[in-house]
């Protein structure tokens, strides 16, 4: 039983949770602090010594810090008058991308004595972007005999904003044959169609010419806008049929260029050039684009780029299949990306004590975070040191750990220590990241000086002259430095009737 409890105590292994301890270790007071995208640098946040019920001169005695996920600092704290300022122009789109809200968390570090303190900053978004259309123009080949009622497709725009700042609805300039209407995407996208509410004549107008106005919903409304070109066509009575209206398929992250991802496949009833099919990308981003190719014959989609789990999950791809009379009809492809384990953990050292003075009881050597931009298993962390090493891992707020001496040490036994810090993730196959941190032990004055001999017998003769050399004596200290200088001197002997 004692050596299975020995077993478990030199165990250093730490599963990395969001565990919290209590104590001076624990975080308190947490609060969501909020700024709007785009304000400089120096903004002023918040009074951070009154938000902790603290004098700015305890902040600063305290050894305040705010630290951020990763290596990327938003904030700077005046340790002069307690205020918490930005520390860069931040851009909300490139933080949070379509995510609402956006929320980015850090830390506030007290070190004397340690605690943490987790909060939120939001970034607000500013209608900073208008809505843009793909392209400037899009031409629409309408059959004659279309019947009113009948629903087309049109490119939609995009807008980086969001909330009531993202795209809102959609118009389209005032005439007799069409009116638009503003649909909504799964992923909350807004696409415009467009109705026929009156037959048209290809012999008494053959084309049209229209405007689309994209519009957003801040204040002030910001827009943009592509020309509709129409062609009304003689009458070609079949239009190309998806086998599927929605493909959805899975693919690796680390899936080789060129990939085979899907075929689609769409057929016509028409015979000759009316029933010969071609695929293309429909109103899609450059994103898309520059990460897959279709082929407009066979229908083969394939990778042109390496995919990233943790930039993009799911590309929504809109496929129009188009035949020789100008008829087209649409599918939607959606590409998931399924995460690999192809990020290491990360370790970001906060703080670190060196030397630690020997004989110390429990003291903390260092402060640092881990994460890992995967997800899932992938993303989960163990942290762990060697064994045979008198410290611990302890979990603290949230993503931080901290290093700490098991006991008392002893210089004169060991005056260094090599650390290594080894931070490993929980996917196949596991990766991992090593951090070394070295500890050195200053010395106490915790050694008593020792003769080299229990007693010295020396031999004089009588008559011998002043200042004769009798002998030597030597003692010596394990310590070092002063600490270790030793003085020799005469005590008074034990019979008071025998001279010295």
Known sequence: MEAGGECFLRQRQVLFL????????????????????EKERGFFISNLAKDLGLSVGKLAARGAQVVSKGNRQYFQLN???????????????????????????????????????TNDLQVIDVNDHSPAFS??????????????????????AEDLDVGRNSLQNYTITPNSHFHVLTRSRRDGRKYPELVLDKALDREEQPELRLML?????????????????ILVLDINDNTPEFTQSLYEVQ??????????????????????????????????SEEIRKTFQLNPITGDI????YLNFEAIHTYEVDIEAKDGGGLSGKSTVIVQVVDVNDNPPELTLSSITSPIPENSPETVV???????????????IVCSIENDLPFILKPSVENFYTLLSEGELDREIRAEYNITITVTDMGTPRLKTEHNITVLVSDVN?????????????????????????????????DEGANAQVTYSLLPPLDAHVPL
């Open 79 to 117: 340790h002069q008058t307690g205020d918490l300022l930005l520390h860069e122009k931040l851009d909300r789109e490139e933080l949070c991308g379509s995510a609402e809200p956006c929320i980015r968390q850090f830390q506030i570090l007290l070190q004397n004595p340690l605690q943490f303190i």
């Open 366 to 380: 260092a402060v640092f975070s881990v994460s890992d931009l995967d997800s899932g298993d992938n993303g989960k």
């Open 446 to 478: 915790d050694n008593a000086p020792a003769f080299t001999q229990t007693s010295y017998t020396l031999s004089v003769r009588e008559n011998n002259s002043p200042a004769l050399h009798i002998g030597s004596v030597r003692a010596t200290d394990r």
């Open 213 to 229: 106005t994209a519009l957003d919903g801040g204040t002030p409304r910001r827009s943009g806008t592509a020309q509709v070109h």
């Open 135 to 156: 392209e400037n123009e899009m031409q629409l080949k309408i059959l004659e005999n279309t019947p009113p009622g009948t629903i087309i497709p049109l490119g939609n």
């Open 302 to 305: 394939r990778l042109i780029k």
């Open 18 to 37: 969001f565990v919290f301890l209590g104590g001076s270790l624990a975080g308190s007071q947490s609060r969501r602090y909020s700024v709007a995208e």
């Open 251 to 284: 693919v690796l992250e680390n899936s080789p260029v060129n990939s085979l991802i899907v075929t689609v496949s769409a057929s016509d009833l028409d015979t000759g050039n009316l029933g010969t099919i071609s695929y293309a990308f429909f109103h899609v």
